[in-house]
């Protein structure tokens, strides 16, 4: 009998899928609408949704805290395959389940052969909508700690160039100071339903003369900042330094960023769960300062 139920459903849904191309409904793209089939008293009823937004974890609520829905409400169609469990996104019911027609792939080529389609559905009690599409290499779809990872490893950052005053040379004992020209201050990335967003935290100089590095507070950024926030005075000249300037010795400073980072799935934040990363590293940006000492000549009077 279960066995003539899923035939029941295979059949169903071709004819479900071929009546859509005949009924000239186009095949959506992520933005657009598509159709959402589930059974109703063994018959495939097919119904409009529209996608948009994106969930949070599935087969969890992505927090230590309260479910802010109804899990409890949540009943898995005769229609629904290899579901996961229910997992809450806001005050909406989600689950994931495999990709059948008429539901058009997710975007791109399967990254491998047996890579399967699979979507992430969420109901607010009167409606389900299809919230995100992805090829999955497994049976379950990636935890929310390997969403999170994921969407660091896409955060991309520009290396931003150090500025430096006195611009050309720097004399010993002369306070010389540092900032961060063109820097970030959020970088966002997505992977799978989750977003991180990286905010500039802390800036910290090496001024590469063997002196021990500091940080800058408030983060410098104008050289009317760093003249307040981040300058040192180097104590010995560079003409031993480890790259040169105009053919002569130079230190090689090294500013360094970290940033503090937050997670949202759907709009909502995430809390912070076990072993998600707080921060991440900036690219370090270097930049090499001559420093001089100045002469003293005493001529006697005449």
């Known amino acids: 009998m279960l066995r003539s139920k899923k035939l029941m459903g295979a059949v169903a849904a071709s004819i479900c899928a071929v009546s859509a191309v005949f009924s000239v409904l186009a095949v959506a793209t992520p933005a657009e609408a598509e159709q959402k089939c589930t059974y109703v008293n063994f018959v495939l009823t097919c119904t409009e949704v529209t996608t948009g937004g994106t969930p949070g974890q599935p087969g969890n609520s992505g927090s230590d805290a309260e479910p802010t829905c109804d899990l409890d409400s949540y009943k898995p169609g005769l229609g629904d395959n290899n579901s996961t469990p229910a997992f809450c996104n806001g005050t909406e019911v989600c689950h994931t389940e495999d990709l059948l027609p008429p539901w058009s792939l997710p975007d791109g080529d399967p990254p491998k052969e047996d890579s399967v389609a699979r979507g992430t559905f969420c109901s607010n009690g ?4 299809l919230v995100e599409k992805f090829w999955s290499d497994d049976e379950e779809p990636p ?3 390997q969403q999170i990872q994921t969407a660091v490893d896409n955060l991309e950052f520009t290396t931003p160039t150090v500025g430096v005053s006195p611009a050309a040379r720097t004399l ?3 306070d010389t100071w540092f900032w ?7 970088v966002s990335a997505t992977a799978f339903t989750v977003t991180a967003t990286a905010t500039l935290r802390s800036m910290t100089v090496d001024p590469g003369d063997g002196s021990a590095p500091f940080t800058c507070d408030p983060i410098a950024t104008t050289a009317a900042q760093a003249e307040q926030s981040c300058l040192h005075e180097y104590r ?3 003409a031993k330094g480890s790259t040169t300037v105009d053919g002569r010795g130079a230190f090689q400073a090294t500013v360094t960023t970290v940033y503090g980072l937050s997670f ?3 709009g909502n934040p995430i809390a912070q769960i076990d072993g ?6 900036g690219p370090p940006s270097n930049t090499a300062v001559r420093v001089d000492e ?3 000549v005493v001529r006697p009077s005449r």
């Open 126 to 129: 009167a409606s389900e909508r």
């Open 143 to 145: 935890t929310l700690l």
């Open 172 to 174: 010993v004992n002369l």
């Open 180 to 186: 961060l020209q063109d820097a970030q201050p959020t």
């Open 236 to 238: 010995r000249s560079s």
């Open 264 to 266: 949202t799935a759907g």
């Open 276 to 281: 998600a990363p707080q921060t991440v590293d």
């Open 294 to 296: 100045a002469q003293t």
